[in-house]
T-cell receptor, first 118, second 113 residues
């Protein structure tokens, strides 16, 4: 597609429920990143995919958070047993990846999913 | 560990005023530097980037930034702001094997007509 797309754009859930957030990267981009934007913490890195593997999961805040990527394209971020502190905007970004310079490493962001946990 | 500091949290300017937003970073290796902008109700967009070469980089909408290695700085400038520049501006750095972005806390710019 023309840009990174994410769904849903907004999600309201009750504390304790599980949620799934979806990211569709730019076609041909092998690298995919998840970030979280919240009032208290700013923009934080969560996880990085190169192809279908996740060599860097260091930003996931707890084991309630997980992500997968299939077919080297779409990625799903899952939050289990949501807590109120999970409320944030979850952003996805993609890049050409595979090293090699400026354009390959430039990340383009989607519109985000605004999650509200009541 | 990598970190990015943006010194100005809120900036209010009148149209046609000059803008300079500070950004300092901390990282031990080779870094790539970015400024992203988030207009009200819109997603993060790339404003400009520095990877190597000329330390003065020009971006979209008349913005430029200068990389000063000795000062670990990458300040954003625009000689004459417009009302449409009202937005939040984020400085970011990446480096290392995964190229994850480390962001500053952002600067909220309000331009008064």
């Amino acid at each position: 597609g023309a840009g990174v797309s994410q769904s849903p754009s907004n999600k309201v859930t009750e504390k304790g429920k599980d949620v799934e957030l979806r990211c569709d990267p730019i076609s041909g981009h092998t690298a995919l990143y998840w970030y979280r934007q919240s009032l208290g913490q700013g923009l934080e890195f969560l996880i990085y995919f190169q192809g279908n593997s996740a060599p860097d999961k260091s930003g996931l805040p707890s084991d309630r958070f997980s992500a997968e990527r299939t077919g080297g394209s779409v990625s799903t971020l899952t939050i289990q047993r949501t807590q109120q502190e999970d409320s944030a905007v979850y952003l996805c970004a993609s890049s050409l990846g595979l090293g090699g310079g400026a354009e390959q490493e430039t990340q383009y962001f989607g519109p985000g999913t605004r999650l509200l946990v009541l | 560990a990598q970190s990015v500091s943006q010194h100005n949290h809120h900036v209010i300017l009148s149209e046609a005023a000059s803008l300079e937003l500070g950004c300092n970073y901390s990282y031990g290796g080779t870094v790539n530097l970015f400024w992203y902008v988030q207009y009200p109700g819109q997603h993060l967009q790339l404003l400009l980037k520095y990877f190597s070469g000329d330390p003065l980089v020009k971006g979209i909408k008349g913005f430029e930034a200068e990389f000063i290695k000795s000062k670990f700085s990458f300040n954003l400038r625009k000689p004459s702001v417009q009302w449409s520049d009202t937005a939040e501006y984020f400085c970011a750095v990446n480096g290392g094997a995964t190229n994850k972005l480390i962001f500053g806390t952002g600067t909220l710019l309000a331009v008064q007509p």
